[in-house]
């Protein structure tokens, strides 16, 4: 089946082919009515704007770049969900690149940049990496948790705060300390949680325990789990984690709450499914995906500067605390 061109949409719109230009460039020298005349006929006759084409004229390919250290972690797969819907929304291509090291993310941003992609996203552990290199001159990054850079954009959740409410809610239930299963020491947001779990603490006057460390799996959660037979209350850096450290005080006849009070982070799709169901920080992670997003293109089409955007997180309380 031939491409519906231009001339096509003109002629049942009957216009110029010139005026449909203007139209799909989005330029202000249309009128409201013959706009409408001319959108209604691209999307009767399914009309796509040719992105090689549309390059070629704008300098832009709309398309943006997502650069990730992994996509296994819910967070990451939330996020991308998020971030391919907000694209596809604005009428932007996404191109996906992994990276494992500070090498690999410097030839990530060359990929990119010989791609032609109009900006870039860099999301959760592969931001640490993006710190280490320096990437090509004229590519907008937007940065998915990161300590303040003036290179990026930045927009994180409030990870301390997250932590603080965690924190502050098994405080008020009557226990004496929390302890807490961090994230890996190479994470921001891990190091973010656990500065949040340290301030409470300090502001009840209370010394904090020495965290145990996973590295956001479920099976660490459990590995790490016994190191917490017995205390009274957790605060888990995510739910994944405390998934495994349910299950490892399960197996130590430890009862969720009855005897240890546990939190987690994230409020991921299934931890309301747990036994019992978990009592978590939510961080909305399509708000996070999709302000991304919106911060990327607003930088791609109005060259606004560079600025840091926090999106706060919420205590969900179910039974496990």
């Known amino acids: 089946m031939a491409r519906v061109s231009m001339a096509d949409v003109a ?4 216009v110029s082919a010139q ?29 796509r704007m040719h992105r ?4 070629l004229r704008t300098g832009q390919t709309r398309t943006i770049g997502l650069v990730v250290s992994t996509l296994a972690s819910v967070g990451n797969s939330r996020m991308l969900q998020a971030i391919a819907e907000a694209a596809a929304e604005r009428d932007y291509a996404l191109a996906i690149v992994t990276v494992a090291g500070t090498r690999d993310i410097a030839e990530a941003f060359s990929q990119l940049r010989d791609q032609g992609v109009d900006g870039a996203v860099v999301l959760n552990e592969a931001t640490r990496l993006a710190r280490g290199a320096e990437p090509p001159a004229g590519l907008r990054l937007v940065v998915v948790d990161s300590p303040p850079d003036d290179r990026f954009t930045i927009v994180q959740t409030d990870h301390a705060g997250g932590a603080r409410l965690a924190t502050r809610h ?42 145990e460390r996973g590295d956001w799996t479920s099976r660490s959660g459990y590995e790490r789990g016994v190191a917490f037979a017995a205390a009274s ?15 490892a ?14 939190v987690g982070f994230d409020d991921i799709v299934d931890a309301s499914e ?13 708000v996070l995906g999709a302000r991304a997003v919106e911060v990327l293109v607003r930088m791609i089409e109005t060259d606004e ?17």
Do not use: C, K
């Open 170 to 211: 098994l405080l008020d239930a009557g226990h004496r300390t929390v302890h807490h299963l961090a994230g890996p020491v190479t994470s921001f947001a891990s190091s973010e949680r656990e500065r949040g779990w340290r301030q409470e603490l300090a502001a009840a006057g209370i010394d904090a325990p020495e965290p």
């Open 52 to 55: 090689a084409a549309r390059a």
């Open 233 to 247: 209350a957790v605060f888990v850096a995510n739910d994944q984690m405390a998934l495994g450290l349910l299950r």
């Open 249 to 262: 005080l399960a197996d130590a006849g430890r009862r969720v709450p009855e005897d240890v009070a546990v």
């Open 11 to 14: 002629a049942h719109a009957g």
């Open 19 to 47: 005026t449909v230009s203007r139209v799909v460039n989005q330029s202000p020298r249309v009128d409201p009515a013959t706009r409408a005349r001319v959108e209604a006929a691209m999307s009767a006759l399914g009309y």
């Open 305 to 321: 500067a560079a600025s840091a955007q926090t999106i706060g997180a919420s205590l969900v309380v179910r039974d496990s605390a």
């Open 274 to 286: 747990y036994r019992p169901p978990l009592t978590t920080v939510r961080q909305d992670f399509d």
